[in-house]
């Protein structure tokens, strides 16, 4: 199970992104932004090349980690510092030798965040926010920087993120609430829809060894849409008991759509076997097989991938998931990868605060492949209408997670997953499951 998130990310670029022809690579070498870039790297380092090189380990590889390396050109140009990345799909147990071998990397960037704090809260990372300016800081929603932090310091910064929680949909064919309001308005129409003989959701759950992660989004979405921060940082901490009540809410919440033939396309057994790749596909069928899907915001690759004469916006699109609880509206969810220090040296200080500013995240932004969990980018340095609507919905949040799941141990991390499988196939067992989910939090934490 070591690596579960990062696999699907995996999945998901090679399937979606087999060629960066149709987005920005920075190829206008000249261009506004990178000539930021340069200018804000060589003021980092006060005005003057320092040269040296800074070491990197990382998950990407191929055509992905070209995008990457090139949001440095203008970095290495501008300071004389070489960015040596060294790729990984093991970064669990490589990080964890390199460590205690004594020879860690200057910068790890890692999707295993909960990993990250965890080194964090056992002394083995730089602390950041000493030396990153404030109104770097300040950019990002100050919740989400609690999460990848330790003991209320700054620790780590976001390389990428995906948004989750996007409910999908045909705009040809949804005839619903749109945007909807609330849950309750938009569970309203799906029940009428129910009613007809037409199924209203579709969901796909299966990834290989990494099955049963979309539900771990879905829960995700119904939990923090029903708890204050302070609540959902118990959760993922371990603080908070899987029996309570609002998470046995979200399950059967859950349940009510992915468990009812009515209310999923081909019921709880085509949920288990249909790839998340497929999860959609009924949305654009003729006629239609179901109306609405809950993915993040890379599924609009996915659809026009399997669906090439999709036209973006005019033949898919989507809203953000609605708020369940008034008291907790527009609060969104992320997951990717955060960047941490475990050698303090001038390069990495410089490439941390690099990549930190507004001028590098814009040149990430202008991948087309990422978003930024900065709030200072500006929506037109998206190049695809997905992305950009994408990134005008995490930034006019009220309050931004990182998934949970990411957050909390392996152990955990890997129960949580097979909870979704065992809810699924057998949801009368669900106190034993809960229960379950107890004794390994026991474990994990401590």
């Not at 790890?108 to 404030?134: D, H, K, T």
């Not at 945007?179 to 309203?188: D, G, I, S, V, Y």
Request: hydrophobic share 40%; with cysteine; aromatic share 10%.
């Amino acid at each position: 199970m070591k690596g579960l998130v990062k696999l699907f990310q995996i999945v998901v670029f090679i399937l979606i992104f087999p060629s960066l022809s149709s987005v920005s690579m920075l190829a206008q070498e000249d261009s506004d932004s990178v000539a930021a870039a340069g200018t804000k790297a060589l003021e980092i380092v006060g005005g003057e090349a320092i040269g040296g090189s800074v070491s990197m380990l990382g998950v990407l590889g191929g055509a992905e980690l070209d995008a990457f390396l090139n949001i440095f050109v203008p970095f290495e140009d501008a300071t004389g510092i070489h960015v040596e990345y060294e790729s990984t799909r093991d970064i669990a147990a490589v990080l964890q030798t390199r460590l205690e071998g004594g020879n860690p990397p200057d910068i790890a960037s890692n999707p295993g965040v909960g990993q990250m704090i965890a080194y964090a809260n056992e002394g083995r990372m730089i602390e950041l926010s000493q030396f990153l300016p404030e109104d770097n800081l300040s950019n990002y929603d100050p919740v989400l920087l609690e999460t990848v932090g330790a003991d209320g310091k700054i620790f780590n910064i976001f390389t990428a993120v995906n948004l989750a929680g996007l409910i999908w949909y045909n705009p040809n064919t949804y005839t619903g609430p749109n945007p909807p309001q609330t849950w309750e308005e938009l569970q309203a129409w799906a029940t009428e829809t129910a009613a007809t003989g037409t199924t209203p959701w579709c969901i796909g759950l299966e990834s290989g060894a990494a099955s049963g992660w979309p539900g771990l989004n879905w829960i995700n979405d119904l939990v923090m849409n029903q708890l204050d921060s302070e609540s959902y940082n118990q959760w993922w901490r371990g603080e908070l008991s899987w029996t309570s009540p609002e998470i046995r809410q979200a399950y059967e919440m859950l349940g009510e759509i992915a468990l009812d033939p009515q209310m999923v396309e081909s019921g709880s057994t085509a949920v288990l076997a249909t790839n998340f790749l497929n999860g959609g596909d009924g949305i654009f069928a003729e006629p239609p097989s179901c109306y609405l899907h809950n993915q993040a915001s890379f599924y609009g690759a996915i659809a026009t991938g399997n669906f090439p004469d999709l036209v973006p916006i005019e033949d898919i699109n989507f809203f953000a998931f609605p708020s369940i609880d008034p008291a907790y509206a527009n609060v969104r969810q992320v997951s990717g990868e955060v960047m941490g220090m475990f050698n303090d040296t001038p390069q990495s200080r410089a490439l941390i605060q690099y990549f930190a500013s507004t001028e590098a995240q814009t040149l990430m932004a202008e991948t087309g492949i990422w978003l930024s969990a900065s709030r200072a980018i500006p929506i037109e340095a998206y190049p695809s209408p997905f992305t950009q609507r994408a990134a005008e919905i995490l930034s006019n949040a009220q309050t931004v997670y990182y998934n949970a799941s990411g957050l909390m141990p392996q152990e955990m991390n890997a129960a949580f997953l097979s909870s979704i499988l065992e809810y699924i196939q057998a949801p009368e067992t669900l106190d034993t499951i809960l229960t379950n989910l107890d004794s390994v939090r026991e474990a994990a934490y401590r």
